[in-house]
C-alpha cells in the first residue's frame, strides 16, 4: 500500500507530466500502486479477503486446543 507522501509524489508528477510533451511516464510499481489508490476502499478490502481467507484456519486451530485443554481437564 502506498503511503501518503509517495502517493502525493506520484499525483504530482501525473499532473506534471500531463503539461510537458517529453515527460517520462510513471515506472510499473508506481502505476500500479496509482492505480490501487483509485480502488474505493481498498485497504478495508483487503483486510476483509485476507480475513476471510485465515478464519476457518484459526477456528479450526482454537477448536484443536480447546479439545485437548477439555480432555486434560476431564
Known sequence: ???????EK???HGRS????????SL?????????LSLIPNFSERVFCILFQSTFSESICSIRRK?????KLCE
Open 27 to 35: 515506472d510499473k510499481p508506481e502505476q500500479f500502486l496509482y492505480e
Open 1 to 7: 500500500r502506498a503511503q501518503s507522501d509517495e502517493l
Open 17 to 24: 507530466s500531463k503539461d510537458k510533451e517529453n515527460a517520462k
Open 10 to 12: 506520484i499525483e504530482k
Open 66 to 70: 480447546l479439545e485437548l485443554l477439555q
